[in-house]
Every structure is written in structure tokens, then in C-alpha cells.
């Protein structure tokens, strides 16, 4: 029997960031939506994270790692850094605020509502994914707001997952999505700005289109994951 992608967007979850520290020193971070608390007593979380993802091999070395919940003001540009680029290319902490834990950890608190630090108990290798189960050590409410959901991220910001994501289905090729018509009529005011359907950057201006060899400054994907819309 085929299975119907689309289902899985019914499932529920928030978006996190997954932060940790490799065996060179280097601060690694990536946004996650497979945080869940799995047990109350002692606290545990468990994450699910991509092999391939510079973020996965520190947890496992580290045996640690800290989870920030995204509230639902965080910018696309935080994130595009954390969800579309690797830690082993840029210091993706540099432009957010963060702190460092005792044990070295860096903790995002940019856009964030509350934070815990893990203890990595069990690892389960499910293939393509790592699944870290852990108990938390630390928790702390660090702002007040409303927490990011998945779904507003992919039907309000209109953002996309990469496919590293755990959830991944190929409902979420940007390829596949209709080309959204802006309105002729539109109000002197209005700008015309282009957004990028891979990660959701904008960039103002261009009324003529993007040039030929424009790369996303956010995921680098070129000119034609760009729609068209008015700000
Ligand atoms: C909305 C969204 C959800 C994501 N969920 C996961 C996830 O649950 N697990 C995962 O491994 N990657 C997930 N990703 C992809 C990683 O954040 C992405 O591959 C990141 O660039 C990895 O960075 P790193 O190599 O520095 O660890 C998600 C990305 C987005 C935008």
C-alpha cells in the first residue's frame, strides 16, 4: 500500500535548536521538530537527528547536548542559519545570542523561550537518524511568548524543511509548490520584494528579476526556488 506523504503534516511538533560542542571545540547547532519529552521522572527528552548533520557527531561525542524552544517571533534568518547550513562551515552562534554552560555547551537564548541541558543515556540508530534519549540536567524559562509550531512555520512564514529533517516528505519540494500570482493591482506603497521558497529569505527590489547567477545568501539555492511578492 503507497503511503500518503501528507499525513505526516498532521502530526504535531515546535521547533528547536539542538546545540553542542565536537571533539575539536567547535559550537554546533541545528534546528530540530523531533524534541519530545518522554519521560517526567527523572525529566528525559529524546531528539532525532541526522547522521550527516556536524550537529549529530558532536552530540555523540559529547554525550550532552542543550535544546532551546523557538518561539513563534524567531526570525527566518535564524532559522535559515541553523537549518539550512552547517556548523562545519560557519560559526553559526556568532550573530545570536547564546551563552555557554559550564560544561561547555553553547545554549542559544536568541528567540527563545526556555532551554534544558541533557545528559545523552542511549543512542538508537534508526538508519539515516540518530535518536539521542537523555535526561535533563538543567531547565530554565529564558522569555515569554508563544512557542514556534511546525505548522505555522510551513503554512504562515511558508517555510521548508531540508532533507536531512527527520520529518522530510516530498510534499516539501519546493519544486512541487505553485507559483504564487501577486496581485496586479497592487497599492503604490508596495514593494516589489522576491522570497525564497527553499528557507523563506526576501530580499527588496529587482522589480525586472533576479540576476541569472543570484544564490540565496541564506541556503544558497539559485534564482528559480524565488517567487515573486509584494511587502
Ligand atoms: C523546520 C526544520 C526542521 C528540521 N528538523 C530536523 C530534525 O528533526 N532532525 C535533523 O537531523 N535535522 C532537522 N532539520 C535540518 C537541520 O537543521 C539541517 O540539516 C542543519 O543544516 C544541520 O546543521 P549542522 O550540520 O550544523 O548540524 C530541520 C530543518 C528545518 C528547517
New binding site residues.
Given amino acids: 500500500m503507497e503511503i500518503d506523504r501528507k499525513a505526516f503534516r498532521s502530526l504535531t511538533s515546535g ?1 528547536y535548536i ?1 546545540s553542542s560542542i565536537d571533539a575539536d571545540g567547535r559550537l ?8 519530545l519529552q518522554v519521560a517526567s521522572d527523572p525529566a528525559q527528552l529524546l ?4 547522521k ?7 552530540v555523540s561525542t559529547s554525550k550532552r547536548f542543550c535544546a532551546s524552544v523557538l518561539s513563534q517571533d524567531t526570525t527566518m534568518d535564524l ?2 542559519t ?8 560557519i560559526d ?1 552562534f556568532s550573530e545570536f545570542d547564546h551563552s555557554v554552560c559550564e560544561s561547555g555547551l553553547p545554549r542559544l537564548t536568541h528567540d527563545t523561550l526556555a532551554t534544558f541541558e541533557v545528559r545523552v543515556d542511549s543512542t538508537v540508530d534508526v538508519g539515516t ?1 540518530l535518536v539521542f534519549i537523555g535526561t535533563v540536567e538543567d531547565a530554565e524559562v529564558v522569555g515569554e511568548g508563544t512557542p514556534i509550531t ?1 505548522d505555522y ?2 503554512r504562515v512564514l511558508r ?10 516528505n516530498d510534499g516539501d519540494d519546493p519544486a512541487k509548490d505553485e507559483i504564487v500570482e501577486i496581485e496586479e493591482t497592487a497599492s503604490s506603497e508596495q514593494k516589489v520584494a522576491w522570497r525564497c521558497r527553499m ?1 523563506g529569505y526576501t530580499v527588496e527590489g529587482y522589480p525586472d528579476g533576479l540576476p541569472e547567477d543570484w544564490r540565496c545568501p541564506m541556503c544558497g539555492v539559485g534564482r528559480d526556488y524565488f517567487e515573486k511578492v509584494l511587502i
Avoid: M, R, W
Wanted: charged content about 15%; glycine content about 8%.
Fill in positions: 521547533l539542538i554546533c547547532g541545528c534546528v530540530v521538530n523531533t524534541l531528539v532525532s537527528i541526522n550527516q548533520n556536524a550537529t549529530a557527531e558532536a532559522i535559515g541553523f537549518g539550512f547550513k552547517s556548523s562545519k562551515d553559526k537518524h511546525y512555520y510551513h517555510g521548508k524543511t531540508p532533507k536531512k529533517a527527520a520529518s522530510y528557507c
